[in-house]
């Protein structure tokens, strides 16, 4: 395995960042949509939704294309959203993020949306974010067959949620979410031989991707606590072992050293001090060999 630089876009004026990029096997393109952009002179601010930047993996060539809306209506910039490959279509789903032009976190109103790449025209969708995932931003979306699962992220009051719901995609014009009534009208009935509920195998298949992405999560929470109890003890050790602390100039080690010119004069640790001195306490002075009580000269 092998990194490659990419060129960068030379008709790019300012860098992205808090985009999403998102690869279309039928077209062997990576679309890059939204997020914030960064001009020379340091400031941000949101980038063009409509203004979709490819990178054809065949080719290595940049390309920037004009995309429209269905209603003719703006879109808002914004950052922290998801774009997903719904499969066996041409189209993407964009869902949620906040506002790139507001220095306050505010999710975007206008929160889901399709994007068909072929025709390079957005559809804004219309959920119900009673039963569905809602707005949110900083989130997760996974796709599996011909279904979306929204989880996690924040809500539009900072809360981080926990929650995880999944979109049927089985038909793009009726797309609603599971534990909701699919839409009745003539416009919005399912493809023939579809099911409104998940079969045996879409349901293993969410669960084990939810069961996955929820390990993940857990084994990073278990990798944030060690460290910071590995960083803890570290810090604690630092601060208290005597061995990373030089002797003080009052400490008795200076004083008997100051007598001798030699290096060997300093004792290893504080025991060696306190055992030296101990010893010379003990010893008979001059006087007393002289008074012993029971004779001698």
Request: charged letters at 15%.
């Amino acid at each position: 395995n092998q990194w490659t630089v990419v060129p960068q876009n030379p008709s790019t004026t300012c860098g992205r960042f808090q985009h999403t990029a998102t690869l279309a096997p039928t077209t062997n393109t990576i679309y890059i949509i939204g997020g914030k952009c960064r001009r020379p002179s340091g400031v941000a601010n949101g980038a063009n939704m409509l203004e979709i930047h490819s990178y054809d993996t065949i080719q290595s060539s940049w390309l920037i294309s004009q995309a429209t809306t269905d209603n003719a209506q703006a879109i808002a910039p914004r950052a922290k959203h998801t774009t997903t490959l719904i499969s066996g279509t041409n189209s993407f789903l964009i869902y949620g993020g906040e506002g790139a032009d507001n220095p306050n976190v505010t999710i975007v109103s206008d929160y889901a949306y399709l994007y068909d790449f072929d025709k390079s025209v957005f559809t804004q969708l219309s959920l119900d974010s009673d039963v569905g995932a809602g707005p949110r931003t900083a989130h997760n979306a996974v796709a599996y067959k011909s279904y979306v699962m929204i989880m996690f992220g924040f809500n539009s009051q900072s809360e981080m949620l926990n929650d995880l719901r999944v979109l049927n995609a089985t038909d793009l014009s009726a797309l609603y979410w599971l534990g909701d009534s699919p839409p009745t009208d003539g416009s919005s009935v399912p493809r023939p031989g579809s099911n409104s509920s998940l079969s045996t195998g879409a349901t293993a298949g969410i669960a084990v991707a939810a069961a996955v992405v929820g390990i993940g999560l857990t084994a990073a929470l278990i990798y944030i606590v060690y460290r910071k109890r590995k960083q803890r003890k570290a810090f604690i050790l630092e601060h208290t072992d005597p061995r990373r602390h030089p002797l003080g100039h009052d400490n008795p080690a200076y004083v008997l050293a100051g007598e001798n010119d030699n290096d060997d004069a300093y004792p290893m640790n504080s025991t060696d001090v306190a055992t030296t001195t101990a010893v010379d306490s003990i010893k008979p002075t001059e006087t007393e060999e002289k008074t012993k009580p029971f004779g001698g000269s």
